[in-house]
């Protein structure tokens, strides 16, 4: 299966302040996902970002909070921005995964962000 | 709108018993697909099974195993002889199964297993 690395692994912010992490994967992938996983819930779908085009936003997320770049077929970066303690979540990068079938995905370890 | 619902919220075992983690979904689909991911402690997401809804068969893998059943629309997932390498948060999730390449996952809430030695 695809391996994803993912960083920072965590990270203590300061309220206002903005981040970006990073996903890198081990083979091509047309589209990379980013989730967002608040304290004891479950995966919420940021964006899909694809090469070469725009990010594709789910509801509630916006480009100005979360911009995302994808610069090639490997590798994507989100950026949390103007954080506040509301924003203090794991973020995962996942991409579909085909050796492991149709739609199922594999996933970063994630990164935990704390903001103060 | 597709929903899957996990209603155990947090159970605890003892070591070496048997747990059952219900799964209950919605979807208009008449192909979807169905999965299991584990979270352990150390947070990363692992695939455990991706089941077709035209596959009712249940499936047995080691210690897991997963009983789909249409008419209930559940896909349950039994842990038998349970071991502390269990625990983790597991996650039950959907997708449609339609032609036009990747579908959207919806995720259940999780449930969080402790295997108490």
């Known amino acids: 299966s695809a391996v994803i690395s993912q960083k920072p692994s965590r990270d203590i912010c300061q309220r206002g302040t903005s981040l970006t992490i990073q996903c890198q994967v081990d083979?091509?992938?047309?589209?990379m996902f980013w989730y967002r996983q608040q304290p004891g819930q479950s995966l919420t779908l940021i964006a899909t970002?694809?090469?070469?085009?725009?990010?594709?936003?789910e509801s509630g997320f916006v480009i100005d909070k979360f911009p995302i770049s994808r610069p090639n077929l490997t590798f994507s970066t989100l950026t949390v921005s103007n954080m506040s303690p509301e924003d203090s979540s794991i973020y995962l990068c996942?991409?579909?995964?085909?050796?492991?079938?149709?739609?199922?995905?594999?996933f970063g370890a994630g990164s935990r962000l704390t903001v103060l | 709108a597709q929903k899957v619902t996990q209603a155990q919220t947090e159970i605890s075992v003892v070591e070496k018993e048997d747990v059952t983690l219900d799964c209950v979904y919605e979807?208009?689909?008449?192909?979807?697909?169905l999965f299991w991911y584990k979270q352990p402690p150390s947070g990363e997401l692992v695939f455990l099974i991706r089941?077709?809804?035209?596959?009712?068969q249940n499936e047995i893998s080691g210690r897991y195993s997963w009983n789909f059943q249409k008419s209930t629309s559940s896909f349950n997932f039994t842990i038998t002889a349970s071991q502390v390498v269990d625990s983790a948060v597991y996650f039950c999730?959907?997708?449609?199964?339609?032609?036009?390449?990747?579908?959207?996952?919806?995720f259940g809430t999780g449930t969080k297993l402790q295997v108490i030695p």
């Open positions: 996942s991409v579909e995964d085909p050796l492991l079938g149709a739609n199922v995905l594999t």
């Open positions: 083979s091509q992938v047309t589209m």
């Open positions: 970002a694809n090469q070469g085009s725009e990010a594709t936003y």
């Open positions: 979807t208009r689909d008449t192909t979807y697909y």
């Open positions: 089941r077709n809804s035209f596959d009712e």
């Open positions: 999730a959907l997708t449609g199964g339609g032609s036009g390449g990747y579908q959207k996952v919806t």
